[in-house]
């Protein structure tokens, strides 16, 4: 998923308003972050194979560090943990280390079963969502929408920026989500690992959406 991960991010908001946007997408995009640094490392690998899915000409056969059950519970415990070590927020260190987890949970969802349960474990799991183009937007499409609406409903702009800023990041997700479905496959390897970094550019993003808007629901302290 791509939006999908990002719908995550936004309801956590309500779960944990101390915590900023930016933090919370650092968490559920953490996988994806690690990822394109494995790629292009060659600790991890990929292969182009259009046709693979529906929605993705990518063949995962080789990324347990990143993408693996065990170690995915293993980074959102690093998450929380550092998290926690500097702002001393419990709960938003749990959200943030859930927010690590639920990416494993929704890339199970879509990916065939190529998603590893341990480094050496060849036991993978997958329901296939991508497998339809169809299904795979109409699902991810509807946990966009709703956490765009918990984001917006629970939040409100402090001034213009605040309005056009937050409504830019969803427009911009939706544009890059469209593109990765229905765009041509990457040239090459070392291409989706730098393309994959673009993701960063959401996390500065999120802090200065949050800088701009404010929590309706009372609880109004510093963000973190």
Same mark, same amino acid.
């Given at each position: 998923?791509?939006?999908?991960?990002?719908?995550?991010?936004?309801?956590?908001?309500?779960?944990?308003?101390k915590?900023?946007?930016?933090?919370?997408?650092?968490?559920?995009?953490?996988?994806?972050?690690?990822?394109?640094?494995?790629?292009?490392?060659? /600790?991890e690998?990929?292969?182009?194979?259009?046709?693979?899915?529906?929605? %993705?000409?990518?063949?995962?056969?080789?990324?347990?560090?990143?993408?693996?059950?065990?170690? /995915?519970?293993?980074?959102?415990?690093?998450?929380?943990?550092?998290?926690f070590?500097?702002?001393?927020?419990?709960?938003g260190?749990?959200?943030?280390?859930?927010?690590?987890?639920?990416?494993?949970?929704?890339?199970?969802?879509?990916?065939?079963?190529?998603?590893?349960?341990?480094?050496?474990?060849?036991?993978?799991?997958?329901?296939?969502?991508w497998?339809?183009v169809?299904?795979?937007?109409? /699902?991810?499409?509807?946990?966009?929408?709703?956490? /765009?609406c918990?984001?917006?409903?629970? %939040?409100?702009?402090?001034?213009?920026?605040?309005?056009?800023?937050?409504?830019?990041f969803?427009?911009?997700?939706?544009?890059?989500?469209?593109?990765n479905?229905?765009?041509?496959?990457?040239?090459?390897?070392?291409?989706?690992?730098?393309?994959?970094?673009?993701?960063?550019?959401?996390?500065?993003?999120?802090?200065?959406?949050?800088?701009?808007?404010?929590?309706?629901?009372?609880?109004?302290?510093?963000?973190?």
């Amino acid at each position: 998923m791509f939006v999908g991960h990002f719908a995550v991010a936004l309801a956590a908001k309500k779960a944990a308003p101390k915590v900023s946007l930016g933090t919370l997408v650092l968490s559920t995009q953490f996988l994806d972050l690690l990822w394109p640094l494995f790629l292009i490392t060659g /600790v991890e690998h990929v292969r182009i194979d259009p046709g693979n899915t529906a929605i %993705t000409p990518l063949d995962f056969y080789d990324y347990p560090i990143s993408h693996s059950l065990l170690t /995915v519970i293993g980074w959102g415990a690093l998450v929380g943990t550092i998290y926690f070590a500097v702002r001393r927020y419990a709960r938003g260190a749990w959200i943030l280390a859930a927010g690590v987890v639920s990416h494993w949970i929704l890339d199970a969802i879509s990916h065939r079963p190529d998603m590893p349960l341990a480094p050496g474990l060849m036991k993978f799991v997958g329901l296939g969502l991508w497998n339809s183009v169809l299904a795979s937007v109409i /699902v991810e499409g509807l946990l966009f929408l709703i956490g /765009v609406c918990i984001y917006a409903r629970i %939040t409100s702009a402090v001034d213009w920026k605040g309005r056009f800023a937050y409504w830019a990041f969803v427009g911009a997700l939706a544009f890059f989500w469209l593109v990765n479905i229905f765009g041509p496959p990457p040239p090459n390897v070392d291409a989706i690992g730098w393309v994959g970094l673009t993701i960063l550019i959401f996390v500065p993003r999120g802090y200065w959406i949050d800088e701009h808007r404010t929590v309706r629901t009372g609880n109004t302290s510093a963000q973190a």
